[in-house]
């Protein structure tokens, strides 16, 4: 049955059915093959996927990202991260990836980041005379830290669909997410080095002090929800509320720049992405429970041990495996189906969940800037005005780094490990 299964959702993608649609269709045709089972089973599987408690941080950190782009979180972290290093060569291909990386620990979503900073930062960096493919470059690149440093929605998917810590893996997430983030500083300012690429007029210590104080509530936000999880004030799932009151707090009344038009516009499009993840995770639970009635996780586990026992290969063919699938599907629908089929496997090997998390969710990362479905690189190409061909040039250098990374990741559990098991104590 699963031919069948797998088919017909290869079928219905080709056909150019939504993916949450190809994955409900493709199990309606399997259970149907069966035969034996009543077609309520999808609505009752559909039920219990979107039944987790926890499943309610998802809108609650969507809002929260949206709230604190409309409250001029964005413009004033550039302003902040400009002020102290915009002055450097490539300063403001510079500035993209630190504001990415501050951006990111507060919107949880890889195209949210890349659509925030790529508004202001990618006219801003052609403006100076970076040429357009190497300014979407740098902003398609960098805005993928939106999943991978905390608070993330991919990871707050994967914590549900494996029943891992959300709060394991946020904090595992920082250490690769900095890592990432710095390497990208470090490739961008040697490849604005070699292009000619000047910075921005330096600023002051009085105009430093002044953008310092200006984000000083935007930087705060990621310590308080952070802080909060780890000294268990709260949970991540009610943290995700917190970050919501806090940015009405902020952007009502401090920043002064959200009213009730903007208010209303965050409430439509959280509810409008909120909707879309939710049903995705409704249909990819009844597909994933066909597979695993199926037995597939068992007998893709006996496949991965007739190649090698061996961990360090079994973590290779994943990565080749997840990159591929990260070129076709999104990061929520690719993990809520595969990471509970991999992760039992992962665990036969020895390989830690929070570990395999981030190696998951770096792999999704990456398929954000990979055609033929870079979610990133369309972003960053209409902002741009540029075709995705025409980038590929000034691409490769930074997704050969972001591969790089990866291998560390992957085979550094300490990196992903240390942070967690810390805390614990």
């Known amino acids: ?43 009752q599987r559909m039920v219990n996927g979107v039944g987790h408690f ?53 919107s949880g979503s890889g195209s949210a980041t890349t659509a925030a ?30 999943i991978i440093i905390p608070p993330s929605i991919a990871m707050v998917i994967y914590g549900i669909a494996t029943d891992t810590s959300i709060g394991d893996l946020f904090m595992a997430g920082i250490i690769p997410g900095l890592m990432i983030g710095f390497s990208l500083v470090l490739l961008t300012f040697l490849l604005a080095k070699k292009k000619g690429y000047q910075g921005v007029e330096k600023a002051s210590w009085s105009e430093r002090w002044k953008a310092l104080r200006e984000s000083f509530w935007a930087l705060l936000m990621p310590i308080i929800i ?51 993840i939710m049903f995705i995770i409704a249909n990819a639970s009844i597909f994933s429970w066909v597979l695993t009635r199926e037995q597939v996780p068992q007998k893709m586990a006996a496949m991965f041990a007739s190649f090698s026992s061996d961990p360090f290969v079994f973590l290779l063919l994943c990565n080749f495996f997840l990159f591929f699938v990260g070129m076709f599907f999104d990061a929520s629908p690719a993990i809520i189906v595969l990471a509970p089929i991999l992760t039992p496997i992962a665990l036969s090997f020895g390989v830690d969940p929070v570990h395999f998390g981030l190696i998951m969710t770096v792999n999704m990362a990456m398929g954000m800037i990979t055609p033929p479905v870079g979610v990133n690189l369309f972003v960053a190409c209409k902002i741009a005005n540029i075709s995705m061909e025409n980038m590929m040039k000034d691409l490769i250098p930074f997704w050969l780094l972001i591969v790089a990374n990866l291998l560390i990741i992957t085979y550094f559990p300490q990196l992903s490990l240390w942070l967690p098991n810390f805390l614990k104590g």
């Not at 056909?15 to 077609?39: E, K, Q, R």
Request: aromatic letters at 10%; charged letters at 10%; a positive charge.
């Open 1 to 43: 049955m699963t031919p069948i299964v797998g088919s017909g959702l290869l079928f219905f993608i080709l056909l150019s059915v939504p993916i949450a649609l190809a994955l409900g269709l493709a199990s309606a045709v399997g259970i149907l093959y069966i035969g034996d089972i009543p077609l309520q089973v999808m609505a």
């Open 54 to 106: 926890t499943l309610m941080a998802l809108p609650f950190f969507i809002f929260a990202g949206y709230l604190m782009e409309q409250g001029g979180i964005s413009r004033r972290l550039i302003q902040m991260v400009s002020a102290f290093v915009g002055h450097r060569t490539g300063g403001v291909a510079i500035v993209t990836v630190i504001s990415a990386m501050l951006f990111s620990s507060i």
């Open 117 to 146: 900073l790529g508004s202001i930062l990618i006219p801003a960096m052609i403006a100076r005379g970076y040429s357009k493919s190497f300014a979407a470059s740098v902003q398609a690149t960098s805005g993928e830290l939106g």
């Open 226 to 276: 952070l802080g909060g999880i780890y000294t268990g004030i709260f949970t991540p799932t009610e943290s995700a509320v917190v970050a919501v009151v806090y940015a009405c707090i902020v952007g009502f009344f401090i920043y002064k720049e959200i009213n009730w038009t903007t208010f209303k516009k965050s409430v439509n499009e959280t509810l409008i992405t909120s909707g879309m």
